[in-house]
């Protein structure tokens, strides 16, 4: 049975960083893509980034480019989200995801973690 746990949020202060970290467990994941999302209270769940298992290829909403930078460490099965220049409209519950494709679509995920809490005051 696949497990995402995610950790690393809370409370920071405008122009702050964290890193999210999203343990993977339950299956081998080197075929599969590791992706970020948010939602943010009263919106729909977004993507925010993906790669692939392999580090390869990555993917970010345009939104965080240049801010956000995901990455993976195989030998732990986590796969992490540093978020830097972070701004009061970043405020989300973050999940972290996985699929078989690299794509921002969220329904092309197939396993989901519950979420952690970022929220950033200005």
């Known amino acids: 049975q696949v497990q995402l746990v995610e950790s690393g949020g809370g409370l920071v202060q405008a122009g702050g960083s964290l890193r999210l970290s999203c343990a993977a467990s339950?299956?081998?994941?080197?075929?599969?893509?590791m992706g970020w999302f948010r939602q943010a209270p009263g919106k729909e769940r977004e993507f925010v980034a993906a790669i692939t298992w392999s580090g390869g290829s990555t993917l970010y909403a345009d939104s965080v480019k240049g801010r956000f930078t995901i990455s993976r460490d195989v030998a732990k099965i986590t796969f992490y989200l540093q978020m830097n220049s972070l701004k009061p409209e970043d405020t989300a519950v973050y999940y972290c995801a996985v699929g078989s494709q690299l794509t921002a679509v969220v329904d092309r995920y197939d396993y989901w973690g519950r979420g952690t809490q970022v929220t950033v005051s200005s």
């Open positions: 339950g299956r081998t994941f080197s075929n599969y893509r």
